[in-house]
């Protein structure tokens, strides 16, 4: 019993390991440098597939590339409208879509803690001056050995105490907009004015008349929107073809016949999931056409260096690689792997470090050939 167990697991192991040598095998038939690269056709063979030679030639090459994406805002284009104190939105005439300017006011809050702030500090500030006399006595009196030092140390902490005291209370009143320099104890308010820190468009209105708001509650979201930016889904095949500084046809799907100039400012070479990268580019001059959220539509006009091109149907694609046959000899081709590159009019550039332009590649039915490979491999 035991030997027919042993048995079998050696029967099993056996045929694992010839299939994964069959694999390896079909492996080295395709990419391997040996006799398997070439593909032999006989006479009649060859006659019946057509097979037409032709030299490459060292062409250049335009291309456009479509680019799919939408409008944006940056971070530092988005400005959320807060107020560091609670309070009462006592009146606010704004409402979302409308435009304002910086220094504009969006609304007015009231609060009785802003009267105490205001009295606090009129209050410091005149105590500084109190003690700022009474220093200044102190220290002639303390010159002249009339007073001790403990006294004029005394004095000297309890103006320094005044004077941080009044400083911390202006600081908080600057937070608040209030003018420290103008305010008197006839100018106290119990109402403040909040500002817009921007140009731009009202995107949220948080806040109506009568509404208590807490600190740093969100009153207005306002959007600069001749910042925006324009952002795309670039291919990983047509990444390696983009550049910084490079210029843009922007349209949008309304209106594809006008067309808007923009630059790329910056491409994110890492992928997504979808294999595509990330351009960022800006218009050479904003539109108002150009609102947060729309999708557009780019064209980037691509110019090649000089390269080997062929007829596209002279290079076949076989498991995501691409290649050419070469004629080797008599009814005898080759395969030799290539990386493509730009194509314009039914021709394709190129790359192969072992082809010349005086090299025969087949360039009429290809891809029967490929099928013959293939069929062998298998």
């Known amino acids: 019993m ?42 009649e063979q060859a006659k019946n597939a057509g097979i037409v030679l032709g030299n490459p030639q060292e062409k250049e090459l335009s291309a456009t590339i479509q680019l799919q994406g939408e409008v944006s805002v940056p971070p530092q284009s988005l400005v959320n409208v807060t107020f560091p104190l609670g309070g009462y939105i006592k009146k606010t005439n704004i409402i979302a879509g ?19 702030l ?7 500030k005149e105590q500084f001056k109190t003690a700022n006399l009474e220093y200044n006595r102190q220290k002639e009196l303390n010159a002249k050995k009339a007073s001790s030092d403990k006294v004029f ?7 320094e105490t005044q004077r941080i005291a009044m400083a911390s209370f202006g600081q908080k009143l600057d937070l608040l907009g209030i003018n420290v320099n103008r305010l008197t104890a006839a100018s106290i308010t119990k109402s403040i004015n909040v500002v817009s820190p921007v140009n731009g468009l009202v995107s949220k209105v948080n806040i109506n008349n009568g509404k208590y708001v807490a600190p740093t509650e969100m009153l207005f979201e306002l959007t600069n929107i001749q910042d925006v930016m324009l952002t795309f889904n670039a291919f990983e095949k047509d990444v390696r073809l983009l550049k910084v500084g490079q210029k843009l046809e922007v349209y949008s799907n309304n209106d594809p016949e006008k067309k808007f100039s923009a630059r790329i400012q910056y491409i994110n070479h890492s992928l997504n999931e979808d294999r595509a990268a990330e ?22 006009h691509v110019t090649n260096k000089k390269q080997l091109t062929l007829p596209e149907k002279a290079i076949v694609d076989w498991k995501g690689k ?3 046959f070469v004629a080797d000899k008599k009814d005898s081709y080759q395969i030799v792997p290539v990386e493509p ?17 005086s090299s025969k590649i087949v360039v009429e039915n290809a891809y029967t050939l490929l099928m013959k490979a293939m069929n062998h491999v298998e």
């Open 118 to 124: 205001q009295q606090d500090y009129l209050t410091a």
């Open 2 to 43: 035991k030997k027919n167990i042993y048995t079998g697991i050696i029967a099993v192991v056996m045929l694992f390991s010839s299939c994964v040598k069959k694999e390896e095998t079909a492996q080295k038939e395709v990419s391997g440098n040996n006799e398997s690269n070439v593909v032999t056709l006989s006479t």
């Open 153 to 159: 140390e005394q004095v000297t902490a309890e103006r």
């Open 322 to 324: 691409s290649y050419v």
């Open 341 to 357: 590159g730009t194509v314009q009019n039914g021709l394709k550039q190129f790359t192969a470090s072992n082809i010349t332009s």
């Open 98 to 116: 409308m435009h304002v300017k910086k220094g504009q006011v969006l609304a007015v809050i009231e609060d009785m803690q802003f009267i105490q």
């Open 279 to 300: 351009v960022v580019a800006r218009l050479d001059r904003y539109d108002s056409l150009f609102l947060p959220g729309l999708f557009v539509n780019a064209a980037i």
